[in-house]
């Protein structure tokens, strides 16, 4: 793979001078494309020690213009990087539209020295590949720009290189044990780079081998790439918008025929019990029971190395009572511990960002609490019904979501599910209720009436949500909330539940 990366090319210094001007033009009047054009554009930076990965983003950083650019570069994770998911902090750093983001090395780190320290085998090393592939597509499909770079340097260069670097007074501090350690692990380094990129080159994030050993031939050959590739890609940008893809045509007669039939059986919503209810007494003492429970199970889990992270998520009809809900959970615990992130529309810094990045920002750290009231899942009901996401937008966020499920539950954190549901007429006394409480009437707003109107395309998107994300690491739980006192205990007695066999699992342990 790397044979046509020893090749010893050359770029003379006339030659270089020559053509380094007109590059910098051509960058720059591309960058300002990008970003009137509100593309985010990923630059991933990986290949051995001393091939001029640092070189080459000073480079773009001084050829480009710095104020749309932010540059990464990784070590060993904080303690507040390790009490979260491993790509919490890559999903953190990730530029907005019409931003540039430079990562060093990044997400490819890990995997790779892992293998080569023989810490992990090939199934696990594929594993982690296939995380990759799966992030990566996440960001390509949400519309970003993603060029990887692997700087390549043969055994002999690499170490020519090193012992150049450690001659220069002014730059032998770049040369470290590690890095000779590395070297002496060359072989290693080739296999498993090789390894790395059949697996994770892809159509839309292929990787490009830059020959390092010449910084002229390099500099130049990057920088092309990077100009080209987004040359091409806003080029197939303004074709589509020019010419829209041909929309599909009506639906046959049977094909109606059916997704009528479909659209009249019972939805999963439909078929929950609207009787189930908890007298005012046996609520009191029953809440106070699960409240007191939930307590000393969150002690019992903060005194376990932290104990590991909660996330407690709940969408639901208008007026279902998720609010109600989450106070009483809150009442349970220290204020120091939690945060509840109500989720409305996007902001504009938000709306610049892949549509999960917002809800990254918030994982918590271990032994802490994050409450969403309203989530990610968002993008498959209200943005769906509403129209706010392309239908090819909202149909590949059921895979994206549970990916990222998986990545919370593969790292520790406790993720429980309530979808809370009202039945139309308790809906609609609600609402009317809250008409009339003055300290309530803020609550109701114009676009819960319009909800109420979608109501049969809102249950649908329910249904399909059910159907493609309660999973066995992340079940859906249901509750019924015609009854509020029902709904409240039900939600805490799931929560103490589910901690508790969490505890159980890890002392099994």
């Known amino acids: 793979m790397f044979e046509t990366a020893e090749l010893g090319r050359k770029v003379s210094k006339s030659d270089y001078k020559k053509l380094v001007p007109e590059l910098r033009v051509q960058l720059l009047e591309i960058q300002q494309q990008v970003r009137q054009a509100n593309i985010p554009v990923v630059i991933v930076l990986a290949g051995v020690d001393g091939a001029g990965k640092g070189a080459?983003?000073?480079?773009?950083?001084?050829?480009?213009?710095?104020?749309?650019?932010?540059?990464?570069?990784?070590?060993?994770?904080?303690?507040?990087?390790?009490?979260?998911?491993?790509?919490?902090?890559?999903?953190?750093d990730?530029?907005?539209?019409?931003?540039?983001?430079?990562?060093?090395?990044?997400?490819?780190?890990?995997?790779?020295?892992?293998?080569?320290?023989?810490?992990?085998?090939?199934s696990e090393l594929d594993?982690?590949?296939?995380?990759?592939?799966?992030?990566?597509?996440?960001?390509v499909d949400d519309g970003a720009i993603v060029i990887k770079f692997w700087m390549h340097l043969s055994r002999a260069a690499q170490k020519r290189r090193l012992k150049k670097l450690e001659s220069d007074p002014l730059l032998r501090w770049k040369v470290t044990e590690k890095d000779w350690k590395n070297w002496r692990l060359y072989e290693r380094f080739i296999e498993v780079a090789e390894r790395t990129m059949q697996k994770t080159s892809t159509g839309g994030a292929p990787w490009h081998i830059i020959e390092g050993e010449d910084d002229n031939y390099r500099n130049l050959a990057v920088a092309?790439?990077?100009?080209?590739?987004?040359?091409?890609?806003?080029?197939?940008?303004?074709?589509?918008?020019e010419h829209p893809p041909v929309e599909v045509?009506?639906?046959?007669?049977?094909?109606?025929?059916?997704?009528e039939t479909l659209s009249q059986q019972t939805s999963i919503l439909e078929s929950l019990p609207r009787d189930l209810v908890l007298e005012k007494s046996e609520y009191k003492r029953a809440l106070k029971e699960q409240q007191a429970r939930l307590s000393d199970l969150f002690r019992k889990a903060g005194k376990k190395q932290k104990g590991d992270s909660i996330i407690l998520l709940f969408e639901g009809s208008d007026a279902a009572g998720k609010g109600g809900a989450i106070r009483r959970i809150t009442a349970s615990l220290d204020a120091r511990s939690y945060r509840v992130i109500p989720i409305a529309a996007p902001t504009d810094e938000e709306q610049a960002h892949h549509y999960l990045w917002r809800f990254w920002r918030h994982i918590p750290r271990k032994g802490r609490v994050t409450i969403y009231d309203r989530s990610w899942y968002g993008r498959v009901l209200v943005e769906r019904v509403e129209k706010f996401a392309k239908e090819e937008e909202w149909r590949r966020a059921y895979s994206e979501i549970n990916d990222f499920e998986e990545h919370l539950v593969s790292s520790g954190v406790l993720l429980l599910k309530f979808w809370l549901h009202v039945d139309p007429d308790e809906q609609l006394a609600r609402f009317k209720?809250?008409?009339?409480?003055?300290?309530?009437?803020?609550?109701?707003?114009?676009?819960?009436?319009?909800n109420r109107d979608k109501r049969q395309e809102y249950e649908e998107a329910v249904d399909d949500m059910i159907q493609r994300t309660s999973s066995t690491i992340a079940p859906w739980f249901l509750v019924e909330g015609n009854n509020k006192y029902y709904a409240r205990v039900k939600v805490l007695t799931t929560v103490c539940d589910q901690l508790e066999a969490q505890l159980k699992s890890k002392i099994e342990e």
């Not at 594993?127 to 960001?139: D, G, P, R, T, Y």
């Open 56 to 92: 080459t983003v000073n480079l773009l950083n001084e050829w480009m213009d710095p104020r749309w650019i932010s540059t990464h570069a990784y070590t060993d994770p904080s303690d507040e990087e390790r009490e979260r998911p491993p790509f919490w902090r890559y999903w953190r």
């Open 94 to 122: 990730l530029p907005g539209r019409g931003a540039f983001g430079m990562f060093m090395s990044a997400w490819y780190s890990k995997p790779i020295l892992e293998w080569v320290h023989e810490v992990t085998d090939h």
């Open 127 to 139: 594993e982690e590949l296939s995380q990759i592939n799966n992030f990566e597509k996440m960001v």
């Open 224 to 241: 092309a790439i990077v100009r080209d590739t987004l040359k091409r890609k806003l080029d197939q940008a303004r074709q589509l918008t």
């Open 249 to 259: 045509g009506e639906l046959t007669e049977q094909i109606e025929s059916v997704t």
């Open 433 to 450: 209720l809250r008409e009339q409480t003055p300290h309530k009437a803020w609550k109701l707003t114009d676009e819960d009436w319009r």
